[in-house]
């Protein structure tokens, strides 16, 4: 069992950065993929980035690449995404996941999920 715990989440001006953090607890962090979705209101929860067990390997969605950078931290079972230039369509709630499949980004293959942490961009 993994439990995982977003923050950072806040309400920023167009063209912000924030950095969301999830931290986890429970079974050993570097045996997980690591992955953070989003899901705006009436929408379905989306892929956003992704990042590998050793942190070595990275995967964006088309939407977020050259903007957002997911990295993650074993020693302190944290992962994190840096999300710069931030647009008024990046607004929703952020999800961090853990799976075992790599790569991989629909929600069915990621068995954990934390609460998640409201994101909000104003124009």
């Known amino acids: 069992q993994v439990q995982l715990v977003e923050s950072g989440g806040a309400l920023v001006q167009a063209g912000g950065s924030l950095k969301l953090s999830c931290t986890a607890s429970?079974?050993?962090?570097?045996?997980?993929?690591m992955a953070w979705f989003r899901q705006a209101p009436g929408k379905e929860r989306e892929f956003v980035a992704a990042?590998?067990?050793?942190?070595?390997?990275?995967y964006y969605a088309d939407s977020v690449k050259g903007r957002f950078t997911d990295s993650r931290d074993n020693a302190k079972n944290t992962v994190y995404l840096q999300m710069d230039n931030l647009k008024p369509e990046d607004t929703a709630v952020y999800y961090c996941?853990?799976?075992?499949?790599?790569?991989?980004?629909?929600?069915?293959?990621?068995?954990?999920w934390g609460q998640g942490t409201q994101v909000t961009v104003s124009s």
């Open positions: 996941a853990a799976g075992s499949i790599w790569p991989a980004i629909t929600v069915p293959q990621y068995r954990y």
């Open positions: 429970g079974r050993t962090f570097s045996g997980y993929v």
């Open positions: 990042i590998d067990w050793s942190g070595r390997s990275t």
